[in-house]
């Protein structure tokens, strides 16, 4: 009998997309009003789907929509985003999504992400540039050689390194970049691939999950519960020690019983593959000349550049992208590339992550369908009143899933903050508990859920690294278990100090 194989990310995306537009039947349609500043006028506007009134922009105002959020968080430009308004759910005339909008989801989905879609594009035309150059293999071997015998140290440098970046400036749609070159890295110091797609990937996913100064979810939701970001952020901090620390480990035992016998590696049937499709093994002598050092220079400041841009200077995915292009044209102007060469090239290295920008496009679309089918507040209201009556320790930890299961739904985290935290973290106030544990929960339940969210990054990281889903869950699920319960165990104990 032939072995069934596990459906590939975009099947599954498919059909997560079919069971939401299924939803879409079964959910009543509903939404919450919404509440956006305008710093021109400087005044509120409601926004209802049958109306739309302008408000002062006062605390009165305020106050009176039961938005308890300090005027200044919207005036200082902290919400920039409309929220959502307590008590203000209706239930609205239903929107199924029939057969039609399933089939234009996919292409919907893709011009929605069209930003993130072009940066994993550039970046594969810079790394086809880097390719033809050969500083990649002189660099991958020269490192090979200077860390023989010490090569865990690169698991803990890029798990860290990450997860610091997680934590600052939530890097995580960035990381997509790392892996064609870090991979090659890790292989020739004899580990499978799992290994750098888990320290890149876990990396990113406990930074963000134990986020510090994360505007896009610490600051932002913080901002929206209506206290500063400030409060609660010891907490985080030991929090994001401890679970760095739990990743660390985790992928440390794993890596070193891959290297002491390779058989044991969740993708020893890929070995060959994924070795000849990163090139491991070409080029192994190729001398690390002086230019070949200036364009690995230039490689490198090209994240420098990017990593500096969107932690200081509020850069998004068009300044990222335009980053790489022009890091790909200077790499290719110092080697000496024709101009034939270089934009056969730049083509071929983009076409190579075409698939990794269609599963980008196709897991926006779902969110495209939630929207359209308008299902998503009627999911946050059946949510939020499921606390009702809970006491401290079973409401913090409700609080933990209710959010992991909105993730599926609403992945980004900066959405999800402005919409959930007028309307979840009001409830604390009720058990008996500052906000701040809401904040907590919103972090951690979504950040464990991204570990394994279909509808997030994972599937796009997984299918630039060649790992199906399947091997991935086999491989993390015994951590998302340990890191469960140790979070549960500190938000419980949290509550009652």
């Known amino acids: 009998m032939k072995k069934i ?32 500043y305008n710093k021109e006028t400087n005044t509120f506007t409601r926004k209802s789907l049958d109306a739309t009134t302008t408000l002062p922009a006062t605390q009165a105002s305020l106050n009176e929509l039961n938005v308890k959020i300090p005027l200044e968080k919207f005036t200082s430009g902290d919400i920039w985003k409309p929220i ?7 239930q609205l005339t239903p929107k199924p999504q029939g057969f039609a909008a399933f089939i234009k989801s996919p292409i919907k989905g893709i011009i929605e992400a069209a930003d993130i879609i072009f940066l994993v594009l550039f970046i594969g035309g810079l790394i086809g540039i880097m390719n033809i150059t050969g500083a990649f293999e002189a660099g991958i071997a020269w490192l090979a050689k200077a860390l023989k015998g010490n090569e865990y140290w690169l698991i803990i440098a890029v798990t860290f390194l990450i997860a610091i970046g997680g934590t600052t400036f939530g890097l995580a749609e960035e990381t997509i970049a790392f892996y064609p070159i870090l991979i090659p890295i890790f292989l020739a110091a004899k580990y499978d691939a799992m290994v750098p797609l888990a320290c890149i990937y876990l990396g990113s996913s406990i930074g963000t999950t134990f986020s510090t100064t994360n505007p896009f979810s610490a600051i932002i939701a913080s901002d929206a519960a209506g206290i500063n970001w400030t409060t609660g952020l010891t907490g985080r901090f030991i929090m994001l020690v401890l679970g760095t620390l739990i990743c660390i480990i985790y992928i440390l035992r794993y890596a070193q019983r891959v290297k002491k016998d390779p058989s044991r590696s969740i993708i020893f049937s890929q070995k060959e593959e994924i070795e000849s499709h990163f090139g491991s093994n070409t080029h192994s002598h190729t001398v690390l000349t002086s230019k070949l050092r200036l364009i690995l220079f230039v490689f490198a400041m090209c994240f420098v550049v990017m990593i500096y841009g969107v932690s200081q200077l509020d850069w998004w995915f068009l300044e990222m992208t335009t980053v790489f292009f022009v890091g790909a044209v200077l790499i290719g102007i110092i080697a000496n590339v024709n101009e034939y060469r270089f934009v056969d090239t730049f083509v071929k290295g983009a076409s190579e992550l075409l698939g990794v920008a269609l599963i980008i496009g196709i897991a926006r679309g779902i969110t495209v369908l939630m929207n359209d089918g308008m299902i998503s507040d009627t999911m946050l209201y059946y949510a939020s009143n499921l606390t009702n009556g809970m006491n401290k320790g079973l409401f913090i930890n ?13 992945p980004s985290s900066s959405g999800m903050a402005v919409l959930t935290m007028p309307i979840m973290s009001p409830l604390a106030d009720g058990v008996g508990i500052g906000r701040e544990f809401v904040v907590n929960a919103y972090q951690y339940g979504m ?41 549960m165990l500190a938000l419980t104990v949290s509550v009652y100090l």
């Open 398 to 410: 409700a609080m933990l899933f209710i959010y992991s299961g909105l993730s599926f739904f609403v």
């Open 5 to 36: 194989k596990f459906p590939t990310a975009q099947t599954i995306l498919i059909i997560i997309a079919a069971a939401v537009a299924q939803l879409t039947w079964l959910v009543p349609a509903g939404a919450y009003d919404s509440l956006t």
């Open 447 to 487: 950040g464990l859920f991204a570990f394994i969210n279909p509808t997030g990054l994972i599937l796009a990281s997984l299918a630039i690294v060649k790992v199906g889903y399947d091997k991935w869950l086999k491989f993390v699920m015994p951590l998302v278990i340990i890191l469960t319960i140790f979070t």
């Open 84 to 90: 959502g308004i307590p008590n203000s759910y209706k």
